[in-house]
């Protein structure tokens, strides 16, 4: 049959972990659902009026669900390798649940709306306190424009952490994105090893 995917393999030799991080509503969920091969599996719950008590809901107006674990999703490199994607809740009574979605991974992408540059702080500060290697990824949500030099101030980014503008809701965009992980994390490697 035309366009039919083929099955997946049962199991791989190598699982490479890679976590999205960011603020809340910043687009972790989609950007999952946007690359992943298979269907994500998603801990997306309908948003309450309870919620508004304890989250800032005022810049995602209209947002009517929020993930409250995580998001997964998957992504074959090749017959053996796996990329496993894991997006993380963005509301700060869920970032206790960080610390465990760092453990084993090679790289984060730190996800950020530029409308809210503020929000992006702590997933960086911990992912600096881990030693995890991250880029920064800036999803167009039209907002106001920045030069590449006022969001690395806004940010406080190492000149070395790569920043790039990305489309979420595009597989092309979240691919580029990852792929500019993996080289980041790659060269990072190769540097320590030249050091040694």
């Given at each position: 049959?035309?366009?039919?995917r083929?099955?997946?393999?049962a199991t791989?030799?190598?699982?490479v972990k890679i976590v999205?991080?960011g603020?809340?509503g910043?687009?972790?969920?989609?950007?999952?659902?946007?690359?992943?091969?298979?269907r994500?599996?998603?801990t997306e719950e309908?948003?309450t009026?309870?919620g508004?008590?304890?989250?800032?809901?005022?810049?995602?107006a209209?947002?009517?669900?929020?993930?409250?674990?995580?998001?997964?999703g998957r992504i074959?490199?090749d017959?053996?390798?796996?990329?496993y994607?894991f997006?993380?809740?963005?509301q700060?009574?869920f970032?206790?649940?960080?610390?465990?979605?760092f453990?084993?991974?090679?790289?984060?992408?730190?996800?950020?709306?530029t409308?809210?540059i503020?929000d992006?702080w702590?997933?960086i500060?911990?992912?600096?306190?881990h030693g995890?290697?991250?880029i920064?990824?800036c999803?167009?949500f039209a907002?106001p424009?920045?030069s590449?030099?006022?969001?690395?101030?806004a940010?406080d980014l190492?000149?070395?952490?790569?920043?790039?503008?990305c489309?979420?809701?595009?597989?092309?965009?979240?691919?580029?994105?990852?792929?500019?992980l993996v080289?980041?994390v790659r060269?990072r490697?190769?540097?320590?090893?030249?050091?040694?």
């Amino acid at each position: 049959m035309p366009g039919a995917r083929t099955d997946l393999r049962a199991t791989s030799d190598n699982g490479v972990k890679i976590v999205i991080v960011g603020g809340f509503g910043v687009g972790k969920t989609t950007m999952v659902h946007s690359v992943s091969e298979i269907r994500p599996l998603s801990t997306e719950e309908t948003m309450t009026r309870a919620g508004e008590r304890i989250d800032d809901t005022a810049a995602v107006a209209g947002k009517t669900a929020t993930t409250v674990a995580f998001d997964f999703g998957r992504i074959s490199l090749d017959e053996r390798n796996v990329l496993y994607l894991f997006g993380a809740p963005g509301q700060e009574r869920f970032w206790f649940l960080w610390d465990r979605l760092f453990t084993g991974t090679l790289g984060a992408v730190v996800l950020v709306d530029t409308r809210r540059i503020a929000d992006s702080w702590y997933a960086i500060d911990r992912l600096e306190a881990h030693g995890t290697p991250f880029i920064v990824a800036c999803n167009d949500f039209a907002g106001p424009e920045h030069s590449e030099q006022q969001l690395r101030a806004a940010l406080d980014l190492d000149p070395g952490v790569p920043l790039l503008i990305c489309d979420a809701r595009s597989r092309e965009s979240s691919k580029n994105v990852l792929i500019t992980l993996v080289q980041h994390v790659r060269s990072r490697y190769v540097l320590q090893e030249a050091a040694q």
